[in-house]
T-cell receptor
């Protein structure tokens, strides 16, 4: 379904806990992204990666960390430093070469709540 | 960096009416403007896009117009149907050769039967 898979669908975090959201794609896309979606806030970029073993901060990276050890995988860790983690998290991928235009292919999302 | 403003935040129309959503962008070097539709509980999906060398693009009941001078672009939906109800996001990218999109805050379109 769509070639990009996020898990879990729902996640609950206890105070002081780090949690990791999974994102896997089989589209052979170069670039991958993490967005946070809050009501009325649109899609805000947390981190992105255009190549394996390299990633860049987006607009709201504080309290989050990522890794890109494989082209297919881009996990996001929500650390205890993120004081307001409750949100819907979307992973996306895109072709990252001339003519690719950065068209975003989204996963189905993970809804994170704080216990 | 790029900044994209989107209006209105909520739009309510009767079935069969037209709907227009407007976005403005700040970086005149942006050259690619996609629109994404997110139905309730689903992932956003690209529905139409336009590049800066084109003023208008149509696909059945939806169209997008671009005014480069004024740095704004709009989504037009004609003959709206209940299944058009969704959140619509505009985006801008392409400045400096980067296609990482900057999204607007979204418009919740409600089509009443």
């Amino acid at each position: 379904d769509g070639g990009i898979t996020q898990s879990p669908k729902y996640l609950f975090r206890k105070e002081g806990q780090n949690v990791t959201l999974s994102c896997e794609q089989n589209l052979n896309h170069d670039a991958m992204y993490w967005y946070r979606q809050d009501p009325g806030q649109g899609l805000r970029l947390i981190y992105y990666s255009q190549i394996v073993n390299d990633f860049q901060k987006g607009d709201i990276a504080e309290g989050y960390s990522v890794s890109r050890e494989k082209k297919e995988s881009f996990p996001l860790t929500v650390t205890s430093a993120q004081k307001n983690p409750t949100a819907f998290y979307l992973c996306a991928s895109s072709i990252d070469r001339a003519g690719g235009l950065g068209i975003q292919y989204f996963g189905a999302g993970t809804r994170l709540s704080v216990l | 960096g790029e900044n994209v403003e989107q209006h209105p935040s909520t739009l309510s129309v009767q079935e069969g009416d037209s709907a227009v959503i407007k976005c403005t962008y700040s970086d005149s070097a942006s050259n690619y403007f996609p629109w994404y539709k997110q139905e309730l509980g689903k992932r956003p999906q690209l529905i139409i896009d336009i590049r800066s060398n084109v003023g208008e693009k149509k696909d059945q009941r939806i169209a997008v117009t671009l005014n480069k001078t004024a740095k704004h672009f709009s989504l037009h939906i004609t003959e709206t149907q209940p299944e058009d109800s969704a959140v619509y996001f505009c985006a801008a990218s392409g400045a400096g050769g980067s296609y990482i999109p900057t999204f607007g805050r979204g418009t919740s379109l409600i089509v009443h039967p």
